[in-house]
C-alpha cells in the first residue's frame, strides 16, 4: 500500500469555524491532489499540488485553499466551513502525470 | 472538458453470474483509463489501468479493454463473487498539465451487489 496518511479520520464542526485536513506521503512522489466525494457525484477535484508552493485549483475549488510547504505534507482548508462542506475528503498521489495515483483512507468531515 | 459516464446501480447479481459495468469517456487526446474499486469505509484502491488503445487491463479475474472507436472501457468479471460487493468507479487521466486537467476524472461509481 501506497505510503498516505490523512489525518483527522472524522471531525465534527460547527458553521463558520476554520478546519484544516492534512496528507501526509512517504512516497515522495511530486504530485497531490484533494478530492470530495457525495453521493450521486462521484469524486471531485478540489485543489491539487504539482511541486513545492505550486499549486491549482480543480473542479470545486471554492471555499478552500490548500498550502505544500514540503514534498510530504499537502494541507486543505476551509476558512469558514459550511454544511454544504459536509463530505468525505480523500487525498490522493501520483508519481507521474497522467499515471494512475493512490489514494488516502479518507476524511469525514461533518459541519453542523 | 474530460468527462466519464458510467451506469449508477445499484447493480444486483448472483454469486457466480457474469459482470459487465459499463463506461464511455469523453477526452481531449489520449488519457490513460482507470478502474478503482471502494469497499466500505475505505479509500479507493486501484483495480486495473490500460494507458492506450486496444490494451488490455486484468486483476483479480477483472477485465477491461481501451476501445478507442467507442470511447469505452468497460469492466467485466466472468464469475463475480460476494466479495466482490463494492462501489467501481471508471476514470480517466488526461496526462497533461494546466487548467485543472491535472489529477483524474471519474464517473460517479456503480454500486454493485452480490447475492449468495
Known amino acids: 500500500d501506497a505510503g498516505i496518511t490523512q489525518s483527522p479520520r472524522h471531525k465534527v464542526t460547527e458553521t463558520g469555524t476554520p478546519v484544516t485536513l492534512r496528507c501526509h506521503q512517504t512516497?515522495?512522489?511530486?504530485?497531490m491532489y484533494w478530492y470530495r466525494q457525495d453521493p450521486g457525484h462521484g469524486l471531485r477535484l478540489i485543489h491539487y499540488?504539482?511541486?513545492?508552493?505550486?499549486?491549482d485549483k480543480g473542479e470545486v475549488s471554492d471555499g478552500y485553499s490548500v498550502s505544500r510547504s514540503k514534498t510530504e505534507d499537502f494541507l486543505l482548508t476551509l476558512e469558514s466551513a459550511t454544511s454544504s462542506q459536509t463530505s468525505v475528503y480523500f487525498c490522493?498521489?501520483?508519481?507521474?502525470?497522467?499515471?494512475?495515483?493512490?489514494f488516502g483512507q479518507g476524511t469525514r468531515l461533518t459541519v453542523v | 472538458g474530460n468527462s466519464v459516464t458510467q451506469m449508477e446501480g445499484p447493480v444486483t447479481l448472483s454469486e457466480e453470474a457474469f459482470l459487465t459495468i459499463n463506461c464511455t469517456y469523453t477526452a481531449t487526446g489520449y488519457p490513460s483509463l482507470f478502474w478503482y474499486v471502494q469497499y466500505p469505509g475505505e479509500g479507493l484502491q486501484l483495480l486495473l489501468k490500460?494507458?492506450?488503445?486496444?490494451d488490455k487491463g486484468s486483476n483479480k479475474g477483472f477485465e477491461a479493454t481501451y476501445r478507442k472507436e467507442t470511447t469505452s472501457f468497460h469492466l467485466e468479471k466472468g464469475s463475480v463473487q460476494v466479495s466482490d460487493s463494492a462501489v467501481y468507479f471508471c476514470a480517466l487521466s488526461a496526462g497533461y498539465s494546466g487548467g485543472g486537467a491535472d489529477g483524474l476524472t471519474f464517473g460517479k461509481g456503480t454500486h454493485l451487489i452480490i447475492q449468495p
Open positions: 512516497e515522495n512522489h511530486r504530485y
Open positions: 490522493a498521489i501520483s508519481e507521474v502525470l497522467g499515471t494512475e495515483a493512490f
Open positions: 490500460a494507458t492506450k488503445a486496444d
Open positions: 499540488s504539482y511541486g513545492v508552493k505550486d499549486t
